[in-house]
């Protein structure tokens, strides 16, 4: 057993408890409460002394491109120089310069770098993420990815949810019409019944996947068992909300642009929002998805890194965090459970992480902060000391730890 007690607060997301503990047996919590009660309860657990600290449940990032080769960073310095992400991508960057790097990657080159990176999200907080494929656009590429991820699902620390991006783009091999028929007819069986992936997305928006190609798409995933994402309304309105209510998605991701009537729609049809701050400014756009709006109408929202060799290299969800509450105007417990409870929503493993309740994983962050306000208050500073993952410390800040 592993007991965590004498917390200045813990965060459920749920509820807060002061001075409060949370123990363990194995890999699942067994007890959320107050200190003397857990101590007297559970003697002989390794104990955690969390005294003035914060715990709050792991970070679930539930959208991420985790997995690719090369590098954009002259991309970022070019948008700095006023260039858009459509101006890039008709010059040859955008997600077709990382395809190209990404195909001439091995799966050990590709494997060694998702890794690394995933290894500085834990070190931010992030316990449960969700990656996806989408810079092969070919089978024999997005295969390729297909069993990075596998691999990469054995070697982190975190769990992973793992989504079929076939749709990404379009390769410049193949007429676009062309390339959707593959993905209907021979990729997504594929994936199906190797049983690779838990979803699939699509990219709806202007100059990419238009909504009856994404209707295609989606409709086969659905037919072969995959659950249905989206990303959508991020340059343009295309009425990409609405669409992946009527699609019945368990995420619409991006919706920059979304209009009243598709946040409506979404409400309505339960579908999660996985809003990504940090690229909104990434993309300079000076737009920010309108999260009160979705609260306001009764959508659940979710905040996400959208880590990505492009628009948004970022690996902390705790910058998210911030960003969500300042660019969304969200309170900071609207941002928590974003950060945590409602991610684990976004990919269907919301019985299992996102928050600190008897029968879900051990999965808690220790902060050096006396208050949840703090870490919105002290900006752009990784506090973090401890995570466990599964009822074990899988990171820590300090060499011992008492």
């Known amino acids: 057993m592993i007991l965590v007690h004498s917390a200045s607060q813990v965060v459920t997301p749920l509820h807060v408890v002061d001075n409060g503990a949370v123990a363990a047996e194995d890999d699942k919590i067994v007890f959320v409460g107050s200190t003397s009660e857990a101590l007297s309860s559970f003697p002989n657990a390794e104990k955690i002394n969390a005294s003035g600290k914060l715990v709050l449940p792991g970070f679930v990032d539930a959208h991420t491109h985790s997995i690719f080769g090369g590098d954009r960073s ?8 006023g260039a858009t992400y459509q101006e890039i991508a008709a010059s040859g960057g955008g997600i077709l310069s990382t395809m190209r790097a990404t195909r001439n990657a091995s799966e050990q080159e590709l494997l060694q770098t998702a890794a690394a990176n995933l290894q500085i999200m834990l070190a931010h907080g992030t316990t449960t993420l969700e990656v996806k494929t989408g810079y092969g656009l070919s089978w024999d590429s997005e295969s390729k990815l297909l069993n990075v991820a596998q691999q990469l699902k054995q070697v ?3 769990d992973i949810a793992v989504t079929f991006l076939a749709a990404h783009d379009f390769p410049p091999e193949k007429s676009r019409d062309a390339y959707v028929k593959e993905i209907c007819h021979e990729m997504l069986p594929k994936v199906a019944l190797e049983k690779s992936a838990d979803f699939c997305d699509v990219f709806c928006d202007q100059g990419y996947y238009t909504n009856e190609q994404t209707s295609a798409i989606s409709l086969r995933a659905a037919e072969l068992g995959l659950k249905i994402k989206v990303h959508v309304d991020e340059l ?5 909300a609405a669409l992946a209510a009527e699609l019945g998605a368990i995420s619409a991701d991006h919706l920059i642009f979304a209009n ?3 946040i409506k729609k979404m409400a309505d049809a339960g579908v ?10 990434g993309l300079k756009s000076g737009r920010h998805a309108p999260a009160r709006t979705m609260i306001e109408n009764g959508v659940r929202v979710a905040v996400a890194t959208d880590f990505n060799p492009g628009t948004c290299y970022c690996h902390s969800m705790q910058f998210v965090l911030q960003l969500s509450a300042l660019l969304y105007k969200l309170t900071a ?4 459970a974003a950060a945590t409870l409602n991610g684990a929503r ?3 493993m919301q019985d299992q992480v996102g928050s600190l309740e008897p029968g879900k994983l051990m999965d808690c962050l220790i902060f050096d902060l006396p208050h949840y306000g703090h870490l919105f ?3 752009g500073v990784n506090r973090l000391e401890t995570v466990v993952k599964r009822g074990k410390i899988a990171w820590n800040k300090n060499p011992k730890l008492n």
Not at 74 to 81: A, H, I, W
Not at 333 to 336: G, N, P
């Open 333 to 336: 417990e609207e941002a928590l």
């Open 260 to 262: 009243n009537d598709g």
């Open 346 to 348: 976004a990919i269907g």
């Open 156 to 158: 982190a620390t975190q």
């Open 377 to 379: 208050y002290n900006l």
């Open 272 to 281: 999660t929002a996985v809003l990504l701050p940090g690229t909104s400014i």
């Open 74 to 81: 002259n991309e970022f310095l070019m948008r700095l120089r």
């Open 236 to 240: 343009a309105d295309v009425n990409g």
